[in-house]
């Protein structure tokens, strides 16, 4: 009953913005209280992984503190918003690891999200489409994420592909593409792994070709579709019109994330110990870079009214830009570790409840450190992590106890072939 309560108020709060330090959330004030009575060293031995990113993360925080301190001399305003960042991506993961301790709790978090999304997400938006993308994606994505797991718990597999690709189609339709591909990829993994099917690295290689092919062939249809009006809404049709050749997925990638190509400039210019927190692009140069990908002319009444950070957009490239090579090191361990759990909760977790959640959320790990904003380590990141976490040292243990049994087994009939001792 605690850690339901703990969940209610860590997911309710974080719609609730305080000024201290920067900008924290009510909830993150909550894990500060939290700390002293959630961390326990023992889990360190216990839990090779959890310790392995924690250790990351202080590693990420020491390489930040350096470059604001000793190489770019951060102002103190920045350098402590930099900092609490860091911080509190680090005690966020640790309180809901402790918290997150079973498939009941993650569900309820998952139904706790869902209900703070319907209250606190923004929904200011200037058109439809941005209103479907900022206020009706966040609600919609975690509906999903719970009638998925109340399906599949009932071996409703097939239900769960039709749902995920509805909604998947709805979101290329509605000008929400990445979760749109994130779902769709996740509906073919739930397919692979729940028809029978034996994958062989040659048939892993033809059905990537043929992915790739169906991929392309989909994607013309959709850029014709958005060409005509038919999907899509007045943002994709810009972004489409901007290309010199809109049938290169590539081309629309550039455009949609240029700021993640933007950040390579920067890192060029201080490859080792980069530019610092909360770095300020003063002079516009990497704007204007972003602008370029982006196939936009410079609007310099409305350049000089913002004050412009550099640009990054990715979680790897971001931890790049402000402090350099190092944690750039950092944050790509986090992210193999997390790749690593759910790899392998992929292949062998099938047969869980939360499987369909656990396929989603390891997709969306992928796209969330190429192409999302480097906030998003202190926001979304330490909540996948527990729960990747979670179900990654359950699904061992089980996988472990079952080879156990079997060894016994094996060992009981050669011992006796009648199966008695």
Not at 129 to 146: A, D, T
Not at 229 to 245: K, M, V, W, Y
Request: net charge neutral; glycine share 6%.
């Amino acid at each position: 009953m605690l850690n339901r309560l703990k969940i209610a108020l860590y997911t309710l709060l974080s719609g609730v913005n305080v000024a201290l330090v920067g900008q924290l959330k009510l909830n993150e004030i909550m894990v500060l209280l939290f700390a002293p009575f959630v961390f326990d060293i023992r889990d360190f031995k216990a839990f090779p992984l959890f310790r392995k990113i924690i250790v990351a993360l202080v590693a990420l925080f020491i390489f930040q503190a350096v470059t604001d301190l000793f190489v770019v001399n951060s102002s103190s305003e920045n350098f402590m918003r930099g900092w609490a960042a860091i911080i509190m991506s680090i005690l966020s993961f640790i309180f809901l690891f402790k918290t997150l301790r079973d498939d009941k709790i993650i569900f309820f978090f998952l139904c706790m999200t869902l209900l703070k999304n319907i209250i606190w997400t923004d929904d200011n938006a200037d058109t439809d489409m941005s209103y479907f993308k900022f206020k009706m994606v966040p609600i919609l994505s975690y509906g999903v994420y719970v009638l998925s797991f109340l399906l599949y718990r009932k071996g409703q597999w097939k239900a769960v592909l039709a749902l995920l690709l509805a909604y998947s189609l709805l979101c290329f339709a509605r000008d929400s593409r990445s979760t749109g591909m994130v779902f769709f990829l996740g509906a073919i993994i739930i397919y692979c792994f729940n028809s029978g099917m034996y994958l062989t690295r040659d048939r892993l290689l033809v059905f990537g070709i043929a992915g790739l092919l169906l991929f392309q062939f989909a994607y013309v249809c959709y850029v014709n579709a958005v060409l005509n009006h038919e999907i899509g809404g007045e943002h994709a049709s810009e972004q489409i019109d901007r290309l010199d050749n809109p049938y290169n997925p590539l081309e629309l990638l550039m455009t949609g994330r240029g700021e993640t190509f933007a950040a390579l400039a920067a890192i060029s210019d201080a490859p080792l110990f980069g530019h610092g927190s909360w770095a300020k692009d003063d002079n516009l140069k990497y704007y204007r870079i972003l602008l370029l990908y982006q196939n936009e002319e410079m609007n310099e009444q409305l350049a000089a009214s913002t004050e412009h950070l550099i640009p990054s957009h990715s979680i790897l490239l971001g931890a790049w830009v402000n402090c350099g090579l190092g944690g750039f090191a950092a944050v790509l361990l986090v992210f193999i570790l997390l790749l690593r759990m759910g790899f392998y909760l992929v292949r062998h977790a099938a047969d869980t409840a939360l499987y369909p959640v656990l396929v989603l959320m390891t997709i969306g790990v992928i796209w969330t450190f190429l192409f999302s904003p480097i906030q998003q380590l202190r926001f979304n990141i330490p909540a996948i992590g527990a729960i990747l976490l979670r179900a990654y040292y359950e699904c061992v243990e089980e996988t472990n106890e079952a080879v156990v049994e079997a060894d016994i087994n094996e060992t009981t009939v050669l011992i006796s072939p009648g199966g008695k001792i």
